[in-house]
């Protein structure tokens, strides 16, 4: 019986990736003098956004970068980001059903927190585990092992849903049932290097397949 569900965040919970490419940009460019494509942010993703900086980022002033980082995440997050009201009832939906929900996510507690204020998602859920709370990022299965533990729900009991050949990967090694979603206007990945055991294109379809008893 499934008793809980864990989403990424980025591309999966909300369409954040417009404004993280803006502020990786921002920073590169200000720091390092540096134009990057929204490609070559993708391929640094895996570590927290502090991670990304402190690991790719040439300019000594890491800590400058950083904090000018969460300046322009912040900057332009109501008009990048908008709230998914698909997204909000499918949680809430979960939750009425008595089913755990949690959050495993690369990003960092700071990022999230101002995303999650912004979008109306504060207190919805049951564990979340970010970037900051794990020494293994993604694809590594630390972080979705510990959410669950934390919650205290088997892994043949969980489903983790995301959006990212990461996402797939950290699920697949954590033995738990994954589902590749590209139910956002901008997701992680188009074709997914690991199989996961379902891919879902829309919140309405995950609803049916839920309904049907495929999950």
């Known amino acids: 019986m499934m008793k809980a569900i864990i989403f990424d965040f980025d591309g999966t919970l909300a369409n954040t990736l417009p404004i993280c490419f803006y502020a990786f940009q921002h920073v590169f460019k200000v720091f390092d003098n540096k134009d990057l494509t929204s490609k070559e942010i993708k391929e640094m993703f895996g570590p927290s956004e502090t991670g990304i900086i402190r690991n790719n ?12 980082y ?13 709230s998914n009201p698909e997204i909000l009832d499918l949680l809430k939906s979960l939750k009425e059903k008595d089913i ?10 700071r990022s999230l927190d101002i995303s999650l204020k912004a979008l109306n998602m504060v207190g919805m859920f049951d564990v979340i585990i970010t970037g900051d709370d794990v020494i293994n990022p993604k694809p590594d299965p630390e972080g979705l092992l ?11 009991e969980a489903i983790y849903i995301g959006d990212s050949d990461a996402d797939i990967v950290a699920g697949v090694k954590a033995n738990v049932f994954t589902i590749g979603v590209q139910w956002l206007p901008e997701y992680q990945t188009s074709t997914f290097s690991e199989e996961p055991n379902l891919i879902i294109k829309s919140v309405k379809e995950f609803k049916s397949s839920f309904k049907v008893g495929i999950l």
Not at 100 to 109: H, M, N, V
Request: proline letters at 0%; aromatic letters at 8%.
């Open 70 to 82: 969460y300046e322009k995440y912040s900057e332009l997050h109501n008009d990048l980001v908008e």
């Open 146 to 156: 510990k959410a669950l533990s934390i919650i205290e729900v088997k892994n043949s």
């Open 100 to 109: 755990k929900i949690g959050i495993f996510t690369g990003k960092a507690k």
């Open 57 to 68: 980022l040439s300019n000594i002033n890491k800590e400058d970068a950083i904090e000018y």
